[in-house]
């Protein structure tokens, strides 16, 4: 449904997006993931149609984008980060207003309108100004509004940043209810656990693709074995992994080590290390890698 | 070791504070006391008071009622004193970006009335620290966030502050720097430095020695992330895998009611489950002609215990 091949942007001598490959041909929840300036937003305003590429072919749903982008507009819907609604219109004229913008028929707008406040539980905020909600609304009424044409494709770039986990978790029903009702689904986040959730997952780093596939291809990908410590003294346990391991291997938290291995054998070595220091070690657990884990790891290949 | 507990290693303590404005109560009757050295986490939804919290802590804003002590002096007395012992940084950095790092550093020495010497010398130390020692004279706009990131951290540190506040750090830097970063912020905990944070990342809540979280002005629990996640969850986190992912994770969806609220980890289906006997999940699915491969608990993650805290708290205000 979307096709994607060598796609390259440049903004002045920064190039953007390095020539892009990607194919995504079934419904599902598809996470673009990466830090600031990966050129998330770039590819997704690529995709909607309101900017250009320097060089690449995009195909969404049997249509030339590159060519013609004005069609990609009518199957995509396209919620950017700072979403533009008008704080003085209510609820239900932010959305019409959309509705009219799309070229949505009044005969269907009713219905449409009528839909979207149900599943965005904004029904009973209808009358209310734009202005005057809650950021968590605000953002849900952004989402209905790119909606009201009811794309086959949804694509939204960053929902989730600066919001609270439960409004988080909210927007992630929302998104499943789409899905359900077979709306495929792009969404760029800058937080690894969030792509976490979704079907599949593009690692997207200064422009490049890091690393993609569904969480369990990508966890695969790790080579290293990862284990939870957790020590009395923390930092003093710390020092002395770094000390044997440099400090590529080893991650402090608060009250517990993560420590990427390449064998149960190092580990013993270290538990020696441990031990000789006078530490104490509570606990000790392999556990499973994290999409953070794999980043890290794919970001040293890469380079 | 960060564990003594007498009352001269305590940083920050606060009595039932409590700020109303215009009859809004944004904190609500806060008490904690936060060790010297210590990394503490301040969690919570939007508007549930952790801003507040945080300008009445460094001075700026005054308080209704209660009391509070930073460093031994008083929020209510001494705040000339405490805007020079505490130190800022946010995730919007506030750095001139058509300055130099240098420039920059300069500015903040100035802001904070270092005089000539120590500005020198905090400069030098704010440069090496944050990597930029080579890059000093290019233009902070054309430096990688995650450089942007230590250069801002350097400016909050440079008039040597006793208490730092970090308002979502490390959002949208890459992992690799985030790492750095905290190895930074952990070196200065070390010394002395006492660190509070503001963040909805989850992650970096992580990075916390002990944690708050915040709702509707309230301080609902305090406690390590450890204990947070072994003890704060009523409901069990059920791992469910099967065959047909999708259609497992639709029916689950329509019994959400009786089982719990269910989200996806690729084709893991997590379920917060509310129920007594996770066999009825299994029986359930098997009615729906699904074939479960597997069905187990696993440990809920710092968000789980986010949610489970809090949101109660959030339908009671939904309903008001």
Request: glycine share 8%; charged share 25%.
């Amino acid at each position: 449904m979307i096709e994607i091949k060598g796609l390259k942007k440049k903004f002045g001598d920064n190039q953007t997006l390095c020539g892009i490959d990607l194919t995504v041909d079934s419904d599902i929840i598809f996470a673009i993931v990466g830090p600031d300036g990966a050129g998330k937003t770039t590819l997704l305003r690529i995709l909607a149609g309101i900017m250009r590429p320097d060089d690449g072919l995009i195909n969404i749903l049997g249509h030339d984008i590159v060519k013609n982008p004005e069609s990609a507009k009518r199957y995509t819907g396209y919620l950017s980060q700072r979403f533009s609604l008008n704080p003085t219109l209510t609820v239900a004229e932010n959305i019409d207003f959309f509705g009219t913008l799309y070229e949505v028929p009044k005969s269907r707008k009713e219905d449409r309108l009528k839909r979207l406040l149900e599943f965005s539980r904004l029904g009973p905020f209808k009358d209310r100004q734009a202005g005057k909600l809650s950021g968590g609304m605000k953002q849900k009424l952004a989402l209905c509004c790119a909606l009201i044409h009811t794309p086959r494709i949804l694509l939204l770039d960053e929902p989730t940043t600066g919001v609270d986990p439960i409004s988080r978790r909210e927007l992630w029903e929302i998104l499943y209810d789409l899905l359900a009702q077979g709306v495929m689904i792009l969404v760029s986040t800058p937080y690894m656990d969030e792509a976490e959730r979704a079907g599949e997952i593009m690692m997207l780093h200064r422009g490049k693709t890091l690393a993609r596939g569904n969480l369990e291809d990508l966890k695969s990908k790790f080579h290293h074995k990862l284990y939870e410590m957790v020590c009395d003294d923390g930092r003093k346990a710390f020092e002395i992994i770094v000390g044997q391991l440099g400090d590529d291997r080893v991650v402090f938290f608060g009250d517990r080590l993560h420590l990427a291995l390449d064998s149960e054998q190092q580990m013993l070595t270290l538990k020696t290390f441990i031990a000789d220091a006078g530490l104490k070690i509570n606990s000790l657990d392999q556990i499973s890698p994290g999409l953070e884990d794999i980043f890290m790891q794919e970001l040293l290949y890469a380079k | 070791m960060r564990n003594k507990s007498d009352s001269s290693d305590i940083a920050v303590s606060v009595r039932n504070m409590t700020k109303k404005f215009d009859g809004f109560t944004a904190v609500d009757n806060i008490s904690f006391d936060v060790r010297r050295g210590e990394i503490f986490g301040f969690l919570g939804p939007n508007g549930a008071g952790k801003s507040t919290t945080i300008r009445i802590l460094c001075g700026i804003i005054d308080i209704t009622s209660g009391e509070g002590l930073i460093d031994g002096h008083s929020i209510l007395k001494d705040q000339d004193k405490i805007k020079r012992i505490t130190g800022y940084m946010s995730q919007k950095f506030s750095l001139y970006e058509d300055l130099t790092p240098y420039e920059n550093l300069e500015f903040y020495g100035g802001v904070y009335g270092l005089d000539s010497r120590t500005r020198r010398s905090r400069i030098e130390w704010a440069l090496n620290m944050s990597d930029l020692a080579e890059r000093s004279d290019d233009l902070t706009s054309d430096l990688p966030v995650g450089y942007k990131q230590r250069l801002a951290l350097g400016a909050s540190l440079l008039h040597e502050p006793s208490i730092l506040f970090l308002d979502e750090p490390t959002a949208g830097v890459d992992p690799s720097s985030r790492r750095s970063f905290w190895d930074l912020i952990y070196r200065q905990a070390q010394s002395g430095v006492t660190v509070f944070v503001t963040t909805h990342y989850m992650d970096e809540a992580e990075h916390c020695d002990r944690i708050a979280f915040i709702d509707s002005g309230k301080l609902i629990r305090l406690d390590s992330p450890g204990t947070l996640k072994r003890a704060d969850l009523r409901e069990d986190i059920i791992e469910i895998m099967a065959d047909d992912w999708m259609k497992a994770f639709n029916a689950l969806r329509e019994k959400k009611e009786s089982f719990g609220e269910v989200s996806l980890f690729g084709t893991r289906i997590h379920l917060r489950f509310t129920g007594d006997d996770f066999g009825d999940i299994e029986s359930y699915l098997i009615g729906n002609n699904i074939h479960v491969e597997s069905i187990r608990p696993v440990p809920p993650s710092l968000e789980d215990v986010f949610v489970a805290l809090l949101n109660p708290y959030k339908n009671t205000e939904a309903s008001s």
